[in-house]
């Protein structure tokens, strides 16, 4: 099965078509489409490219399922005998996607 490797936020994803997975936040509305053309390599089996650093002219299709918080993580700092103590919590911004189609 194709696949291909596109990076997004920072992170790299490897994806085929009809992946689900779950993005950092991008500004797309619910059932938008949303394009990644940082597509580093793409292809099957021994068919794949490599790009330097990016395929030119590649793009990853995919439709935003919905928007979603990631789950809580503490933070807790604290100071021996001090008396010093805080704790923080955050829940970073998530975007469900599925590919649709892979464009080389």
Same mark, same amino acid.
């Given at each position: 099965?194709?696949?291909?490797?596109? $990076?997004?936020? #920072?992170?790299?994803? $490897?994806?085929?078509? #009809?992946?689900?997975?779950?993005?950092?936040?991008?500004?797309?509305?619910?059932?938008?489409?949303?394009?990644?053309?940082?597509?580093?390599?793409?292809?099957?089996?021994?068919?794949?490219?490599?790009?330097?650093?990016?395929?030119?002219?590649?793009?990853?299709?995919?439709?935003?399922?919905?928007?979603?918080?990631?789950?809580?993580?503490?933070?807790?700092?604290? $100071? $021996?005998?001090?008396?010093?103590?805080?704790?923080?919590?955050?829940?970073?911004?998530?975007?469900?996607?599925?590919?649709?189609?892979?464009?080389?």
């Amino acid at each position: 099965m194709a696949y291909a490797i596109f $990076r997004t936020g #920072g992170k790299q994803y $490897r994806v085929s078509v #009809g992946d689900k997975l779950s993005v950092d936040k991008l500004d797309v509305a619910t059932g938008e489409w949303a394009t990644f053309d940082q597509v580093l390599a793409h292809g099957e089996g021994s068919d794949v490219v490599l790009g330097s650093p990016v395929v030119s002219g590649a793009t990853v299709v995919a439709k935003v399922l919905g928007q979603e918080k990631a789950p809580k993580v503490t933070s807790f700092k604290f $100071r $021996r005998r001090k008396g010093y103590h805080k704790t923080r919590g955050h829940r970073q911004p998530k975007t469900q996607v599925e590919v649709v189609s892979i464009n080389g």
